[in-house]
């Protein structure tokens, strides 16, 4: 590859690969009726089949997941939380938001995920839930936090939003969980036109909550925001302090504007069919890469995905070792001067992060060396499926030629 060639190459981070498909489906929506409608209920569906679910419901994000997830449970504000101290902010948000106590324990290098040993350690009187991501896609060992969960009697949220359709033991990672959250953000591995989320459940109970609490807390969410909400025999079924008052205006829960659009559903049952496709490129890339950096392992600590699990990663990690002859800035500096784009793995230790800082908390450990280590040195690139073989090779050429410098 020349020179002139490869000044054309940028290897993002992140994309959304959509087409004629797509782009079709939004159309028809935007030409019949945007309301909620017949799309989003085809999605809910699926989405839940895939974790395991009886059932979804598809909200504007992940993060409102997560939020919601928390409102189902209905917690006394102190309860305690364990989750990881590495983590995405809108997987801690909602803890801090419905002023319960985050206990937080590391992650296992190579992993970013919960170190399952310390979680049993962690584990209180008070402690209520646990919330647990599969950070960058990486899956946990579900079988011991499910087990964890059902000795303690305690509450399993699957954060699931960096990764779609895994499995532990060949089964659905929410068969493990009581609540699985995800993402359709545009990055993430299909998308909902650049946004979107689920949260699935078993309970039909939860399911009416979750909906009503998704639509301003309107009693008339039940009825489904395109037709039957607007049939007089559902409008006046109720008194307000003996007022005949109209459903579409009750609001029996304090609840939020967390609704999806139609439009984001249908875009995003296209990008479901494309799903097998984008696995297996993603499967693909990350073994490419993964094959690469084995050759530098005396400078990177590689990805370990959890045995007996099947995933798709969100991007491809990597954390530079205590002795390598760089630092991270010197390698992503040269890395961005070349248009390939990096991220660090998220929130490093959210403790130090500013929104974070002052947050009532409780440590399970007197240190954290691994979450410290991974703000440190760790930084992650592209490995989705919008990456075609050239560019795989332009960011294979020039990592070789960074650390050709330090034979």
Not at 295 to 304: D, G, H, I, R, S
């Amino acid at each position: 590859m020349n020179k002139q060639a490869q000044s054309k190459i940028r290897v993002p981070y992140g994309h959304s690969c959509h087409g004629k498909e797509e782009i079709g489906a939004v159309v028809k929506v935007l030409k019949n009726n945007t309301a909620l409608g017949d799309h989003t209920k085809e999605f809910e569906n699926k989405i839940a089949k895939m974790f395991g679910k009886k059932y979804g419901v598809m909200v504007n994000s992940g993060s409102s997941a997560n939020l919601l997830a928390f409102e189902l449970l209905n917690l006394p504000e102190g309860s305690e939380v364990i989750t990881p101290i590495l983590t995405f902010a809108t997987t801690l948000a909602p803890i801090v938001q419905k002023r319960l106590v985050p206990v937080f324990v590391d992650v296992d290098e190579g992993a970013y995920l919960v170190n399952i040993k310390q979680v049993e350690k962690a584990i209180t009187k008070k402690t209520k839930v646990l919330m647990i991501p599969s950070l960058m896609g990486n899956i946990p060992n579900m079988e011991k936090l499910a087990k964890l969960s059902k000795k303690y009697k305690l509450w399993f949220i699957e954060d699931s939003c960096d990764t779609l359709g895994g499995k532990y033991n060949k089964k659905p990672t929410g068969v493990y969980s009581h609540i699985s959250t995800t993402s359709f953000y545009g990055s993430h591995v299909i998308n909902g036109a650049g946004g979107g989320g689920m949260i699935c459940v078993n309970n039909p109970n939860w399911v009416d909550r979750l909906v009503v609490m998704r639509g301003w807390g309107r009693q008339s969410s039940l009825f489904g925001e395109k037709t039957n909400s607007e049939l007089l025999k559902n409008r006046f079924t109720q008194n307000l302090a003996g007022i005949p008052y109209d459903n579409k205006f009750i609001f029996s829960e304090v609840g939020y504007n967390f609704l999806p659009l139609e439009l984001s559903s249908a875009f995003a049952l296209e990008q479901l069919k494309k799903f097998p496709a984008f696995k297996e490129i993603r499967k693909r890339n990350f073994s490419e890469l993964y094959k690469f950096f084995s050759k530098y392992n005396k400078y990177f600590t590689l990805a370990a995905q959890t045995p007996q699990t099947e995933t798709v990663w969100l991007a491809f990690p990597l954390t530079i070792r205590e002795n390598a002859p760089f630092t991270r800035l010197e390698l992503i500096t040269f890395l961005e001067k070349n248009n390939i784009q990096t991220r660090p793995i998220f929130t490093g230790n959210v403790l130090k992060q500013p929104g974070f800082k002052k947050i009532t908390h409780r440590l399970a450990q007197k240190n954290y060396p691994n979450a410290e280590r991974i703000m440190r040195n760790a930084l992650v690139v592209g490995c989705h499926q919008g990456l075609a073989p050239n560019q795989i090779a332009y960011l294979k050429t020039k990592f070789i030629e960074f650390l050709s410098n330090y034979k």
